[in-house]
């Protein structure tokens, strides 16, 4: 299984952006990848997700113009530009992977293995 490592949280202030990586061990061409957010007391969810070939994506409607999904298989990496950031944007970013799209979109709470996730604060 691939693993796969996240960075590039910070603090930021509302309106800022940031870009996170996720970055992982071995090839990710043909996998679906997700990145998923969990803020404190609240559950994990999906915030964008993308298919191998860059072709699919979906987003929260939370995030959806403010936020890109994108990939470079060639770098076996996947990147979430954040722009125009708010409070509620503040939580633990996640990355995880799946060959199956329904996996990554809705059943992600299947997924056994998640790594340690990267913070993002929002905030004056």
């Known amino acids: 299984q691939v693993q796969l490592v996240e960075s590039g949280g910070g603090l930021v202030q509302p309106g800022g952006s940031l870009r996170l990586s996720c970055a992982a061990s071995g090839s990710i061409f043909s996998i679906y990848v997700g990145w998923y957010r969990q803020a404190p007391g609240k559950q994990r969810e999906l915030v964008a997700a993308i298919s191998g070939g860059g072709r699919l994506t979906k987003y929260a409607d939370s995030v959806k113009g403010r936020f890109t999904i994108s990939r470079d298989n060639a770098k076996n990496t996947v990147y979430l530009q954040m722009s125009s950031l708010k409070p509620e944007d503040t939580a633990v970013y996640y990355c995880?992977?799946?060959?199956?799209?329904?996996?990554?979109?809705?059943?992600?709470?299947?997924?056994?293995?998640w790594g340690q996730g990267t913070l993002v604060t929002v905030s004056s």
């Open positions: 995880n992977s799946d060959r199956n799209w329904g996996t990554v979109v809705a059943d992600y709470r299947y997924l056994e293995v």
